[in-house]
């Protein structure tokens, strides 16, 4: 799946996923960038694992003072770079998440939204243990994933996907509770609060788990 992001669902692909989105999805989208938003703030540096296109960056920058974002896309960094303009206060960088070289403590905020945690396909453990140790103490951390109320609405929307060529078609005898299985082998599944909260504990960490939306599900956490 990892090299589906790199490849065929990345640039102009992953930005007319976005585009075509029925309204319900859409909602939810700009409900978890608000709700990013409000929780990073007034911060000095924030970080985005997976940026993508820069969709989210670009609403959050106004908010902050300066945020990265990483991705293994080429593709999809290349179309960040035009997408964010006139944005000043903003980096791109090519990197796994989950093996990063910033130094620990780079940042005041990290982000990790929109799935990025199942959509990655590295090592959940590893993933969160990068974003904790690149946050610096007293520092925020925010991830996200679906909240099983949507599960209609996100299986609607990925079936437009099918329809439009970004992804395989939906095998719909193996799709269900949460996993969208399409049969060219991608895969979409979700993490709930009771993963989260097992994934940060391994650091000594204990998130907030909070629903948004009805649509959103978030691991706040406080350094």
């Known amino acids: 799946m990892k090299d589906y992001y790199e490849g065929k669902l990345s640039g102009a ?14 909602r939810y989208l700009d409900a978890e960038v608000r709700f990013a938003t409000e929780g990073v703030r007034g911060s000095g540096s924030v970080l985005e694992l ?26 999809s960094l290349e179309l960040a770079r035009s997408y964010m303009e006139p944005r000043r206060n903003a980096s791109l960088v090519r990197a796994d998440a989950s093996r990063m070289a910033f130094r620990a403590g780079a940042f005041d905020a990290v982000l990790c939204i929109q799935n990025g945690i199942s959509a990655f396909a590295v090592d959940r453990g590893r993933l969160v243990g990068e974003a904790v140790r690149v946050t610096r103490s007293g520092g925020s951390i925010l991830f996200s994933s679906y909240s099983p109320r949507i599960w209609e609405d996100r299986l609607d929307w990925f079936r437009a996907q099918a329809r439009e060529g970004l992804i395989g ?4 005898e193996r799709t269900g509770d949460g996993t969208i299985v399409c049969t060219d082998g991608f895969q979409a599944t979700t993490v709930g609060g009771e993963e989260f909260t097992r994934l940060f504990a391994q650091f000594g960490l204990r998130p907030t788990i909070r629903e948004v939306d009805g649509s959103s599900v978030f691991a706040i956490v406080s350094k």
């Open 50 to 75: 997976g940026c993508g296109y820069g969709r989210v960056m670009k609403r959050i920058s106004p908010s902050v003072r300066w945020i990265v974002g990483c991705d293994t896309s080429r593709r």
């Open 169 to 172: 078609d939906i095998d719909e």
């Open 13 to 26: 692909a992953l930005q007319t996923c976005y585009e075509i989105a029925p309204p319900r999805i859409r």
